[in-house]
């Protein structure tokens, strides 16, 4: 059997989803890193992580939005390493959808990405997970508890993920153990963000300063390989914020 842990970690090319990668990767697992456009970076990631150890990272290609696809990323995963340990559902999208202007393509596009693709993302995952006595981790957020304005859709879509949390912790326990990470403010969209906004944010989190992406990936290391006793959690990692309303 491979010798090592792997972990199959979706929208793994950048942001939170590279630093995710590299923590585990220094934490000992092997990695197969999903991405959808971003090839290049997905590249550079392979190559930084392959220069560390060879044979530890696989990049592999896939619209989560298309089913098929689904079982394929686990299947290539188990192909390549024959094993899997951990899944790390990541990859999101995020987009305003003010009321009166939502469509339903938007509907499926952001609920195919948060919550339908990490369902069944687990589902055929389950059996090698179960065989390696596995864990899941899913990036949910903090407004999968309370509303974000304009993003009704969105925050549907994250409350949806945090009751697979608990529903997949049910079903697959005892052997595998499943839990999230709600980020609050740790990266501004690649767009930038308004000023005001985010200072009026950080007004609003008593630990006074953005999230690091490393302490995210952190977070996740510890509910993979040290939280042997917690399931069906939703770890904030939020500095407070949802403290203040």
Not at 39 to 50: D, G, P, Q, Y
Request: charged share 20%; hydrophobic share 50%.
């Amino acid at each position: 059997m491979h010798p090592r842990p792997v972990a199959l970690i979706t929208g793994a090319a950048k942001r939170i989803g590279a630093e995710i990668a590299r923590r585990l990767h220094a934490a000992g697992y092997d990695l197969a890193l999903h991405y959808r456009g971003s090839a290049t970076e997905a590249r550079s990631l392979v190559a930084e992580l392959e220069t560390l150890r060879a044979g530890s990272a696989l990049a592999l290609q896939a619209d989560l939005a298309e089913f098929d696809r689904l079982p394929e990323l686990i299947a290539q995963t188990v192909g390549r390493y024959g094993r899997l340990d951990a899944l790390v559902n990541n990859a999101s999208s995020f987009r305003p959808t003010p009321l009166g202007t939502a469509t339903p393509a938007d509907w499926d596009d952001l609920f195919a990405a948060n919550a339908r693709a990490p369902f069944f993302l687990a589902q055929a995952a389950a059996p090698h997970l179960k065989a390696a006595r596995g864990a899941i981790v899913n990036l949910a957020d903090i407004y999968a508890e309370r509303p974000l304005r304009g993003h009704a859709v969105y925050c549907m879509a994250k409350a949806a993920l945090a009751m697979a949390t608990k529903s997949l912790a049910l079903e697959l326990a005892p052997e595998v153990r499943v839990n999230a990470v709600a980020p609050g403010a740790i990266l501004w969209p690649e767009g930038g963000a308004d000023a005001s906004k985010e200072k009026a944010l950080l007004a609003r989190t008593p630990l006074a300063r953005t999230g690091t992406p490393e302490e995210i990936a952190e977070a996740v290391r510890w509910l993979l390989q040290d939280a042997r006793y917690t399931t069906g959690q939703i770890l904030r990692v939020d500095g407070g914020r949802l403290l203040e309303g």
